[in-house]
């Protein structure tokens, strides 16, 4: 028997071995309520920047681990503390950059949590409180597959390794592309792993080959110097929540499919999903139709949608007979993958130009866009990590595309351009991540640790 034909079960072993201790830590890391909006206390964050640190530093493979945060462009402020910790690699082999977040969200109505969101409690299964899948469940995976292979090689491998936890995830990232290209020698690799995203089911992993870009703006539409009496003038002039209304309306067809020219569809093959499903996990009554066209995981993975998120108008309470000389809307767009979400941005404003009723002047501002992002499947290393989930997890991965934005991504898709980005998480539809009662299934958890263990093991492995 060889030692290379042990080393895969060897590294298993470590992982399953180490799963409790793994749990133990990521309770730790759950108590600190590390949230980086405004108002909140960045004492907190720090805190967990450095209990993330120790753990770093407690695997001692790494050259130097340091807490860092970087200037926020455009600002005289600073990002919050990011953890970086690197090796660097020997004889040749690959380096991997193992990115997940400390941060999270804020709780919400505490009166909504089943049992409070900074005290990790085990309840079916299942590991609730704030953070405890999104994401420290992340960053708890990678500490968990590092020790793994750390205790079943010892010193000896050559893989070079980056870990990169950062403080400010869930706040926007607003320093991420300063931060990576301040400690561009330090995080540069061939493989980057995101732990940050979800997988099928509570039994099937999931590689995210996709995620649909997004922008943002807000739109006012004025149609009159000043507010008049609806009855003086109501009939003869419009008002702007009437050149409102018929200006929202033409971003859709009747289906509600989105109706403006020049945003992409992608063409692409989505696996079976129930309308029957989609009303279980979206809340959509039986008497309401669902929108859109084309099997229902394409509408959400590939087709762009526009939603209408915020109305500045005199509210109810306040209506008078009042022609309304100005109405402010947020819109909020989701953008295909493989389309650069500027573009679709001035496709859309080209639409509402070019439809805005009765002349109605239209102003735009706070304009925002992050990008999508579609993998290369290609790559040699979609092959490893799908070979490691399908041992890790004892079922084939498939491949799945999110509606939602990481919009860092395309930060290190541009700093970055020949590291190969693989998507994976521990989250699963049951997760609740940023709502109420969150949690981390914890055979999830399990199976990702001893994944990501034998990913490491086979790049560790992969001829020089
Ligand atoms: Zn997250």
Redesign the pocket.
Known sequence: MTADLTRPDSVRDAAVSGVPAALADLGSLVRIPSIAFPGFDRAEVQRSAEAVKALADGLGIFDAVTIADAAIPGTDERGMPAVLASRAARNGKPTILLYA?HDVQPVGDDALWESPPFEPTVRDGRLYGRGAA??KAGVMVHIGALRALKEALGDDFDLGVALFIEGE??AGSRSFAQFLSDHSDALRADVIVVA?SGNWDQKTPALTVSLRGNTRFTLKVRTLDHASHSGMFGGAVPDAMMATVRLLDTLWDADGTVAVEGLATRDAATPEYSEETLRDEAGLPAGVAPIGRGPILGRIWNQPSITVTGVDAPTVVNASNTLSPEISVVVSARVAPGQVAREAYEAIERHLRAHAPFGAELEFRDVDFGDGFLVDTSGWAVGAVREAFHEGYGVEPVDIGVGGSIPFIADLVQTFPSAQILVTGVEDPHAR?HSPNESLHLETFRNALVSEALLLEKLDARPA
């Open positions: 977040h999104d994401d995830e869930e940050d991540a």
